[in-house]
């Protein structure tokens, strides 16, 4: 179900940049390919700071917590609003038109522990700008970022960024896009030069050259000339490149090319536009943030390119309360107000902050809103526009727009906000599952009641971070996604909650599943003078495709088991999964077929069912040779060719399976499958054993049986 487009203007009269102007985009990409340097350079150039920061001197904007000064890494996805007013075609950089666009900018992290930030952000954007390293290329982290800006439809413009480095090669990236990542990818600002001899750009679309000045004005003045010798003849390559691209997927250009008319610099424009937005072309600019070069014109492809909240289709909802009940959300500001949140954040000086895109109508400060999760509904106290770590009060918030709020208290990341009277609910992002945890307890009883408030506000923060207490020990566990981001929590408890803390080693969270089919039986008959228990399951588990989870049908005929029964039967089922037989971790992928049982008139109820299908499933574990599973994780390494033999040997050494080698001028990239358990203190190892030159990435790629020869010993260290 698509809304129709609105037929009236969406505009509210007191907004201050009309919708067809507004957009907003993530800049998202690898760890290290520059995309806080880059956002740090359009805020310059928008005129935002007047000052630029650098990420290794711990001064970009927005880099502003201080784990990310001292690290130089980005952590928590930070949010700035800025405004551009688009150049004229020629001349110089001090001339402009009239056009004052809104950007609305969210600098996301490149490693892979905060992910869900990525993932969060790309759920409320309705464009992104994927950076890439012009010698690295593609690398992991990149391709899980391109693959969830797929999974929301998120149109999208690459940057090659550091066509200053020694190695860079705009081409090499360029086909690495096109192959590694199946874009349709088209070249729109071509570097002049590379490495030490990187001068500017040349503009594919109307055939010039940008050449961009080396002194003390960080590149804010430029020149456009005509093209000479060799790069023209670059240019005239790419623009029939482009119009072919064009033309094979815009119905309208490629009409005119068919006809064989002359189509307009303004007419492939446009073309550009449409089948960038349907996620049909990927345009592609180089240039260096570092070295100010590219950046004023990768803003106009942003504008030109990538959609406003009115470009792309309007948000679908679905009722509370009948899931197959779709509802339109249309993108104005005369609609019924429909927000999401999409991130939550204790502010030390505001309290709790809620992030929330605008999908429809108007926001207003001590208006109130309706969560339709909880069916209650609270009071706005503040409105934000967050500039990174600077807050600025609004009176109002449109559609379209990405703001926060202050004052809502029972709300969780994923949450629909509408106006009371509506009853809306919007898809809220997914989120992986923690891969490793630890044990944490306070330094002394004063501080017990603290981390307790402490990581409770922490795991409302992040999805991917969760806190449970361990039944047979009683200890604390946290789990996230590695071991940087479990430090980063750590190092947060003691920083803004003041909470010394103890941790234990860090622990893999293993999983179990089954390898063959099993009956299971599971009865409870308890008689105790008075009123007994009885309860009676039979079922069948059988092993489920990888990533279903667990799946249950009910196949009870003649009332074996009385329908006001099955929900107790599931919910057994259900937590019989929490733990395995082998060492108690939970169970995935399993399917199971309730196939009937015996009850009593008096003595069966609800809790007696639940106990019977919990021991029906222990029964049926058994049968069905469980198994234990780890996480793998795939490994990159870059390293000298020199060291690329040692870098193999150890990989293989910690159970990693190689995958294939590749060559990047004078260094080689190894790719491995590696499990996780053995790759705990490896930045230290990989730096040993290439005089620290090399480097290296991992993503969670899946699980795998664990080898019995090393289930004995993670049992043993489970139970203790």
């Given at each position: 179900m698509r809304p129709p487009r609105l037929t009236v203007n969406p505009n509210s009269p007191n907004r201050p940049t009309v919708l067809e102007r507004t957009r907003n985009i993530g800049i998202a990409a690898h760890i290290d390919a520059g995309k806080t340097t880059l956002t740090e350079r359009i805020l310059f150039y928008t005129g935002m700071i007047h000052r630029i920061g650098e990420v290794h001197d711990g001064a970009a904007?927005?880099?502003?917590?201080?784990?990310?000064?001292?690290?130089?890494?980005?952590?928590?996805?930070?949010?700035?609003?800025?405004?551009?007013w688009q150049r004229a075609e020629e001349g110089t950089v001090k001339l402009f038109t009239e056009q004052k666009q809104r950007i609305n900018i969210i600098d996301t992290p490149g490693h892979v522990d905060f992910t869900a930030e990525v993932e969060r952000s790309l759920r409320v954007l309705d464009g992104a700008i994927v950076v890439f390293c012009g010698v690295a290329g593609v690398q992991p982290q990149s391709e899980t970022v391109w693959r969830q800006a797929t999974k929301y439809k998120v149109p999208r413009i690459v940057f090659v960024n550091k066509m200053d480095r020694t190695g860079a090669n705009f081409d090499n990236v360029f086909s690495e896009v096109r192959e590694k990542l199946g874009a349709n990818a088209v070249r729109i600002l071509i570097p002049i030069g590379s490495e030490d001899q990187l001068k500017g750009q040349i503009d594919v679309i109307n055939q010039k050259a940008v050449y961009y000045s080396d002194d003390d004005t960080f590149g804010s003045t430029y020149t456009i000339k005509e093209l000479e010798d060799d790069l023209k003849e670059t240019a005239a390559e790419?623009?029939?490149?482009?119009?072919?691209?064009?033309?094979?997927?815009?119905?309208?250009?490629g009409e005119k090319f068919l006809m064989e008319e002359p189509v307009s610099r303004e007419e492939l424009k446009q073309g550009i536009r449409r089948a960038t937005i349907a996620n049909k072309l990927v345009p592609v600019a180089g240039g260096s943030a570092f070295k100010n070069k590219g950046i004023q014109y990768l803003l106009d492809a942003v504008i030109d390119y990538l959609p406003s909240p009115l470009d792309i289709p309007a948000a679908i909802g679905m009722d509370p309360d009948d899931e197959t009940r779709h509802i339109g959300v249309p993108t104005t500001d005369q609609?019924?107000?429909?927000?999401?949140?999409f991130k939550l954040w204790a502010d030390k000086f505001v309290g709790k902050l809620v992030f929330f895109r605008v999908y429809s109508g108007v926001v207003k400060k001590g208006d109130t809103v309706y969560n339709p999760r909880t069916r209650r509904s609270e009071r706005v106290g503040r409105l934000i526009q967050i500039q990174a770590n600077e807050h600025k009060d609004i009176d109002a918030c449109y559609s379209g727009d990405i703001a926060a709020?202050?004052?809502?208290?029972?709300?969780?990341?994923?949450?629909?906000?509408?106006?009371?009277?509506?009853?809306?609910?919007?898809?809220?992002p997914t989120f992986p599952e923690p891969v490793i945890s630890m044990a944490v307890e306070p330094r002394t009883k004063a501080?017990?009641?603290?981390?307790?408030m402490a990581l409770g506000r922490l795991s409302e923060e992040d999805p991917t971070f969760t806190v449970k207490t361990d039944e047979e020990t009683g200890q604390t566990i946290i789990s996230g996604m590695g071991e940087l981001h479990l430090e980063i929590i750590v190092d947060r408890l003691r920083r803004e909650f003041k909470v010394e803390a103890n941790t234990g080693a860090p622990q893999i969270a293993y999983r179990e599943t089954i390898t063959r089919n099993a009956g299971g039986e599971g009865k409870l008959v308890k008689q105790s003078g008075g009123r007994g228990q009885y309860g009676h399951v039979r079922l069948e588990m059988k092993p489920n495709e990888k990533g279903k989870g667990l799946t249950i049908e009910n196949k009870v005929v003649g009332g074996e088991i009385p329908k006001d029964f099955m929900n107790a039967v599931f919910k057994g089922v259900n937590e019989s999964m929490t733990n395995g037989i082998i060492a108690g971790y939970p169970v995935i992928d399993v399917h199971v077929d309730i196939l009937g049982g015996s009850y009593h008139e008096v003595d069966s109820n609800e809790n007696a069912f639940t106990m019977a299908a919990i021991f029906a499933m222990k029964d049926g574990f058994k049968k069905a040779k469980s198994i234990l599973l780890e996480p793998i994780m795939a490994v990159e390494v870059s390293t000298p060719d020199d060291y690329q033999g040692d870098v193999m040997g150890d990989l293989s050494r910690r159970r990693g399976h190689i995958q294939n080698t590749e060559s990047k001028g004078t260094l080689s990239i190894v790719h491995a499958n590696v499990p996780l358990k053995e790759m705990?203190?490896?930045?230290?190892?990989?730096?040993?054993?290439?005089?620290?030159?090399?480097?290296?990435?991992?993503?969670?790629?899946?699980?795998?049986?664990v080898p019995s020869n090393i289930v004995e010993e993670i049992v043993s260290e489970r139970l203790g």
């Open positions: 904007t927005t880099d502003w917590m201080e784990q990310e000064r001292e690290r130089g890494i980005t952590i928590t996805s930070a949010a700035v609003t800025t405004e551009w790419a623009y029939e490149a482009l119009l072919h691209a064009v033309a094979d997927v815009d119905e309208l250009v609609g019924k107000f429909t927000a999401l949140a709020m202050v004052g809502l208290k029972n709300v969780t990341t994923g949450d629909t906000l509408a106006a009371p009277d509506h009853d809306v609910v919007l898809e809220p501080d017990q009641e603290k981390l307790a705990f203190g490896y930045s230290t190892a990989v730096r040993t054993l290439s005089s620290g030159r090399a480097s290296y990435s991992m993503t969670p790629s899946h699980f795998e049986q």
